[in-house]
């Protein structure tokens, strides 16, 4: 199996959700994971596994994801399983009905990513997911890295 988790991190909690999803899938000489930016849309050819990951900033993936994700071309992920993550705050610790209503319109990170990954031809191994960051920068919320790895696991049992 040859796997890539590409991934945006601004403080470091995106960095640390795509490590374990990658050291869940398998080994190093299987997975690589590797920042959007150090990711040419080239390297996904013969790729069997593709997850990629963005902290929600804006309700919305970083520039950078989605400047990978346009650059993959058309169909390019035909027969590639995928799968789509954020890093993101709980809504339930942030005491705002109007932060509530925005999250509810314009939701987080993963689904759109999900979205241009079915769009290039990748074939969705399981939903979108979101890891919690507490307050803005971090740290993850206890217990975030072992729920990363078990998602992988369904990635696998999936693909």
């Known amino acids: 199996m040859k796997a890539l988790v ?4 601004v403080f ?3 960095a640390q959700v795509a490590r374990a999803i990658g ?3 398998g080994s190093p000489d299987e997975v690589e994971s590797r920042q959007v930016t150090d990711v040419d849309p080239e390297q996904l050819r013969g790729l ?3 997850v990629v990951g963005s902290p929600t900033r ?17 169909r ?6 995928v ?3 954020d890093t993101r705050f709980s809504v339930e610790d942030v005491d705002s009905a109007i932060l509530n209503v925005l999250v509810r319109l314009f939701g987080y990170a993963a689904e759109p990513i999900a979205d241009r990954l079915r769009k290039k031809g990748g074939d969705q191994a399981v939903p979108p997911e979101g890891f919690i960051v507490e307050g803005t920068e971090g740290p993850l919320s206890d217990g975030e890295p072992e729920r990363a790895a078990n998602w ?3 990635i696998l049992e999936a693909g």
Do not use: M
């Open 48 to 50: 069997d596994v593709l």
């Open 6 to 9: 590409a991934y945006d991190s």
């Open 76 to 81: 390019e992920l035909g027969g590639v399983t």
């Open 152 to 154: 992988a696991k369904r």
């Open 58 to 74: 804006g309700f919305q993936p970083t520039p950078a994801t989605k400047k990978l994700l346009k650059a993959i071309p058309d």
């Open 12 to 14: 470091g909690n995106t």
């Open 83 to 85: 799968a789509a993550f």
């Open 23 to 25: 050291a869940a899938l």
